[in-house]
């Protein structure tokens, strides 16, 4: 598989997306309209980059700035085939993953790079900022296997959004149930 992928999103696509971000004034935020649109475009092109055929679930964006860091952690099982990709930066942050094999990666993304990571069984972190006034803006894209355990509970992010009973759900829920009639079509 590709962890490192230059112009993972083109430099307009990216900006609207940061733009429509910023604009909302949150420092964090779950999928955001133009975030769930790439994250649905992106689909076939995630599949194709783990082999596998995906069902997307969530995609979130997350500002980060000195003195912050990312802990080591596995993701919960909506992120079992996940993207983090650099909207916005002017510092050089590393990623961290542990391979199953035993070994560590680091990849530094700048803005439009992206690195492939398997969400919920590979650690992966980001060590403290240290540089005053330095920051990156982060977008995460999360998918599922449609051949997996996690599919039933976790494409479009129903389990979520359920929970949660967001205001945008029944978008949600109705993307769930048409993937759910695709699945008996298939049979």
């Known amino acids: 598989m590709q962890r490192f992928?230059?112009?993972i999103i083109d430099k307009d696509r990216r900006l609207n997306i940061l733009n429509h971000i910023k604009g909302l004034g949150y420092k964090n935020y779950y999928?955001?309209?133009?975030?769930?649109?790439?994250?649905?475009?992106f689909r076939k092109r995630a599949s194709d980059i783990f082999d596998k055929d995906l069902v997307p679930t969530y995609g979130y964006t997350r500002h980060y700035q000195s003195g912050e860091h990312l802990?080591?952690?596995?993701?919960?099982?909506?992120?079992?085939?996940?993207?983090?990709?650099?909207?916005?930066?002017?510092i050089e942050w590393p990623i961290h993953i542990d391979l199953k094999s035993g070994e560590t990666v680091s990849h530094v993304t700048l803005a439009g790079e992206g690195v492939a990571y398997y969400?919920?069984?590979e650690p992966h972190w980001r060590d403290a900022i240290e540089v005053e006034g330095a920051y990156?803006?982060?977008?995460?894209?999360?998918?599922?296997?449609?051949?997996?355990?996690?599919v039933k509970k976790h494409a479009y992010d129903a389990h979520f959004v359920a929970?949660?009973?967001?205001?945008?759900?029944?978008?949600?829920?109705?993307?769930?149930?048409?993937?759910?009639?695709?699945?008996?079509?298939?049979?």
């Open 71 to 90: 802990h080591k952690h596995t993701d919960r099982a909506s992120c079992q085939h996940s993207f983090t990709i650099c909207l916005d930066t002017n």
């Open 163 to 187: 929970k949660a009973k967001r205001p945008n759900s029944h978008e949600f829920l109705k993307k769930q149930e048409e993937y759910e009639n695709s699945l008996r079509i298939k049979k």
């Open 119 to 121: 969400g919920i069984t």
């Open 5 to 7: 992928i230059p112009d």
């Open 136 to 150: 990156q803006w982060q977008m995460f894209l999360h998918y599922v296997d449609t051949r997996g355990p996690y």
């Open 31 to 41: 999928c955001a309209k133009p975030v769930k649109e790439f994250l649905y475009e």
